[in-house]
């Protein structure tokens, strides 16, 4: 029941959206993707008219992945700048608890498939960002199904434990990889796959944050606003 209520509300928002492309709002779903419930959030931007394309970011939350953490982290990290730049910002939670570099993965590329169907995805390509879990999953989503993206981005994030025919999966894309300079261990780890994939000629960027711990501020340093750069430049120095 309560399922059968959001998917209701789900269509009620975006029969109003049709009405009154001005109007645009955050709202959530929940369906089911290879055999797994997936509940996630849409930011629309400001002024949102579906007869347009707009740049479009499927984001992971760090942590747990947990309903609270994607709402946070798309709170803190994405929502105003993607309104206000028309940006269109999805975001899910792990489905039972699964990570999505770990069995939360099963639910792709079913709903990868299910946002080109029916959002307005500009070039048909999608770019995936994520913090720490989130970075992980990111880039793990990318490596498996590398012809739905245009980018991949990490704050922090890498392929972790990755064979050499994943990583060329990314050749086409172009990574950015951001990590706090007291974050040691995933400073490290990153750096040393940055610098194998620049000798490989991948495009790739690597970026230490001052002053920032793992879970990046993206307040500090105007990190936020270059993110949203880089996204724009993928568009393109990146389409394949």
Not at 25 to 30: F, G, L, P
Not at 97 to 115: H, S
């Amino acid at each position: 029941m309560i399922k059968f209520s959001i998917k209701i509300l789900s269509v009620i928002t975006l029969l109003t959206l049709l009405v009154n492309p001005s109007f645009a709002e955050v709202s959530e779903d929940t369906r089911e993707f290879g055999g797994l419930d997936v509940r996630f959030r849409i930011i629309l931007p400001d002024n949102y008219d579906p007869t347009q394309t707009y740049p479009t970011v499927l984001q992971f939350p760090g942590g747990s992945q947990s309903w609270n953490i994607v709402a946070g982290s798309t709170d803190a990290d994405w929502r105003e700048k993607a309104e206000r730049d028309g940006y269109i910002v999805i975001s899910p939670s792990a489905p039972n608890g699964q990570l999505f570099f770990q069995g939360g993965d099963r639910v792709f590329p079913e709903f990868l498939d299910y946002i080109r169907d029916t959002y307005p995805v500009a070039d048909n390509k999608l770019h995936i960002t994520g913090i720490s879990n989130g970075g992980l999953s990111a880039f793990h989503v990318a490596s498996l199904y590398p012809d739905y993206f245009t980018s991949v981005t990490g704050y922090p994030g890498l392929l972790n434990g990755a064979s050499d025919s994943r990583l060329e999966a990314l050749r086409p894309l172009c990574i950015y990889m951001h990590v706090g300079d007291r974050d040691s261990s995933w400073r490290s780890a990153m750096q040393n796959q940055y610098q194998a994939l620049q000798e490989r000629g991948y495009n790739i960027s690597f970026n230490v944050e001052t002053d920032q711990n793992h879970v990046l501020d993206v307040r500090k340093n105007n990190l936020r606003e270059r993110l949203f750069a880089e996204l724009d430049r993928a568009r393109t120095s990146c389409s394949n």
